[in-house]
Antibody, heavy 122, light 107 residues
């Protein structure tokens, strides 16, 4: 079964760092782009960025460039999203998702992780 | 950055009715670069349509997509109880952006 499994919920304080993960299985992890999507409480979907695990080619939404870091470790089929200094406004659910077409970031995102809820509060 | 505007914000319909959802782009989008997703509360989004009109694997044929240029449409021909959800369009041509969503609720 093709699936993405994300790390569990996090509760952090402002200023703390955080790295959440997304582990792929059931397919060739290095062949498909993985994206990250933010959903703030009660709000819509926001695309954050995307990475090609084979060579770590990464593209960010202008809204998130410099705010987060997307990375991947192909040896363990895992993509990451990290913050160096969290803010209360980072409170949200974060989804990873696989682009449907191998090798290219096209044709939509067909496999999604279950989401990781991050709560940032003092 | 391409902005996608979805309308209406909320659609109140009864099971069996037809739903027509609109997605308008701030500049022209290639038809091959437009997708639609469904999201239910507490769940991850699900890919419905890609390439503006191609149904994703396992999506019933009551869902159809169309459009070109800057105007795209998702039609649900006969609403089933499980179709009441929020729907998002997404373009993945020049970068990626999502529309703000349309909630389809039971009337």
């Amino acid at each position: 079964e093709v699936q993405l499994v994300q790390s569990g919920a996090e509760v952090k304080k402002p200023g703390e760092s955080l790295k959440i993960s997304c582990k792929g299985s059931g397919y060739s992890f290095t062949s498909y782009w993985i994206g990250w999507v933010r959903q703030m409480p009660g709000k819509g979907l926001e695309w954050m960025g995307i990475i090609y695990p084979n060579d770590s080619d990464t593209r960010y939404s202008p809204s998130f460039q410099g705010q987060v870091t997307i990375s991947a470790d192909k040896s363990i089929s895992t993509a990451y999203l990290q913050w160096s200094s969290l803010k209360a406004s980072d409170t949200a659910t974060f989804f990873c998702a696989r682009c449907q077409l191998p090798y290219f970031p096209y044709y939509g995102m067909d496999v999604w992780g279950q989401g990781t809820t991050v709560t940032v509060s003092s | 950055e391409i902005v996608l505007t979805q309308s209406p914000g909320t659609l109140s319909l009864s099971p069996g009715e037809r739903a027509t959802l609109s997605c308008r782009a701030s500049q022209s989008v290639s038809s091959s670069d437009l997708a639609w997703y469904q999201q239910k509360p507490g769940q991850a989004p699900r890919l419905l349509i890609y390439g503006a009109s191609s149904r994703a694997t396992g999506i019933p044929d009551r869902f159809s997509g169309s459009g070109s240029g800057a105007d795209f449409t998702l039609i649900i021909s006969r609403l089933e109880p499980e179709d009441f959800a929020v729907y998002y369009c997404q373009q993945y041509g020049r970068s990626f952006t999502f529309g703000g969503g349309t909630k389809v609720e039971i009337k």
